[in-house]
């Protein structure tokens, strides 16, 4: 992508999602079934900036860090594969937080990647919005049934959680699930793959104009997850299904059976490194989505929290070390947290007037992402620094970059983010030669 080209952010659909949770909130017995359809989470508006964004007109913005620290690893076996994914898949699990959830940022680098090296579909869709919580606008599911739910940060759970970090538990033994990509723009599927606890078996396959589909199921033995395979394309489906216990629904995985990119987000408001650490099987799940290459953006919560910087190393490292145990043939790329503010009070009384300070442990944590990539050859995205460094939080405030709540950004911050993310994520996996690029710590 040229960094002289000027994009034009025409967003007319405004953008919601939840304040970010740090790990010590929000333990809520949520146990009681209510209707699919209600909401049950506080939201924060995200300001939809319409504008035109010259990537240059940024002057705080380094240019020259936008590259991917290597660290010594070679990426020459996924560099063939992307390169040549038009004759085969490429599959990417982005994995991090409130960051990632709206899908808005991910959103942007998935349509990017997709239109340059080929559509592989939409990849996996959570029931965000069934559990109470936000979800991205591209797509919708909804159970013709109450539910109760879980989300991985709200405890005690209720239902179980797996990889995806939610679980909806309808109440009706027989239910429909419908599956939709048309609400902002469709996502073609042939494929899909249904995640769940508990036995569930499908009886129906229609479209959402009542027409049958045919379709043919693979049951894997572990129950964790059914895949369905369609006899054509669709942007949306309704699922007849039945359970004969109680069956939990996490996610869906969506596959157009086209050649090209394949692009997963598993984003969770809320979570750390320690959180999908205390998920058992969270690698393992990661698994089931093939990937080729494993991206983890987290640190932005953890950075809220009293975590040492040897305890967050060893957080770190025992979730490299599982993605890497369970997924051998897959690179791992990690990104450091930008600069973010927190609001204090001077007074007891939430009355008293508000001031915000910097978040500090954001680059104490992101030096020590620098030093684990070091120490262990996994490439980094430092993302601190590109988008500014130290006083960055300031000056995206002043360019309406920054949300009010000055942890998440506003739709064209997202979008800004997007587009330097994939300019440094294709240049390496595009170039011919890698430049093995390692930048200080402050």
């Keep these: 992508m ?19 949770q740090l790990p010590v909130d929000s333990l809520v017995n949520d146990s009681n079934y209510i209707d699919s359809d209600t909401l049950r989470e506080g939201f924060v508006t995200i300001e939809n900036i319409v504008k035109e964004v010259d990537l240059n007109a940024f002057d705080f913005i380094h240019h020259a860090a936008n590259v991917i620290q290597m660290n010594g690893d070679d990426w020459t076996e996924i560099k063939h594969l992307y390169q040549n994914s038009h004759d085969g898949n490429f599959s990417i699990v982005h994995i991090g937080d409130s960051h990632l959830q709206a899908d808005i940022a991910t959103g942007h680098v998935r349509a990017l990647l997709q239109q340059e090296h080929g559509d592989g579909g939409r990849g996996l869709i959570v029931p965000f919005r069934l559990a109470g919580t936000n979800e991205p606008v591209d797509y919708r599911m909804t159970i013709n049934s109450k539910v109760k739910s879980s989300k991985l940060l709200k ?19 027989n239910f429909e699930l419908i599956v939709d990509t048309e609400p902002h723009g469709e996502s073609l599927f042939k494929f899909i793959r249904i995640y769940h606890s508990g036995k569930l078996k499908i009886s129906g396959v229609r479209d959402l104009e009542d027409r049958s589909m045919e ?21 949306s489906l309704k699922l007849s299904l039945s359970t004969d216990d109680s069956a939990t629904i996490h996610g869906v995985m969506l596959s157009s059976e086209e050649n090209g990119i394949i692009y997963h987000v598993i984003g969770n408001n809320g979570a750390c490194y320690s959180t999908y650490n205390a998920l058992a099987d969270f690698s393992s799940g990661v698994s089931t989505l093939y990937p080729d290459l494993i991206i983890v ?21 025992r979730l490299v070390t599982s993605l890497k145990k369970e997924n051998p043939e897959s690179k791992i790329l990690l990104t450091t947290p930008k600069e973010c503010q927190r609001g204090v009070r001077k007074g007891k009384s939430r009355k008293s007037p508000k001031t915000y300070v910097v978040v500090e442990n954001c680059h104490k944590l992101r030096n020590v992402l620098l030093k684990y990539g070091r120490d262990h050859k996994i490439p980094v995205y430092d993302w601190f620094e590109v988008a500014g460094g130290d006083g960055a939080s300031d000056l995206w405030i002043e360019n309406s970059l920054l949300n009010k709540d000055r942890v998440h950004n506003t739709v064209a911050g997202y979008e800004l983010a997007a587009i330097l993310f994939h300019s440094a994520l294709d240049r390496a996996l595009s170039s011919s030669l890698l430049v093995d690029v390692a930048l200080k710590d402050d």
Excluded at 2 to 20: C, G, Q, S, Y
Excluded at 159 to 168: R, S, W
Excluded at 218 to 233: A, C, G, H, I
């Design 2 to 20: 040229n960094l002289k080209a000027v994009i034009l952010f025409l967003m007319l659909t405004v953008r919601f999602f939840p304040a970010a």
């Design 155 to 173: 405890k005690p759970w209720v239902t179980p959680v797996n990889f995806c970090g939610i679980g909806v538990t309808p109440a009706n033994k």
């Design 215 to 235: 379709y043919w199921i693979d049951l894997m033995p572990d129950d964790n997850y059914t895949d369905v395979f369609l006899s054509r394309m669709t942007p």
């Design 297 to 317: 953006s987290l640190g932005t919560n953890d950075a809220f929290g009293k975590l040492s910087s040897e305890d967050f190393y060893k957080e770190v490292d």
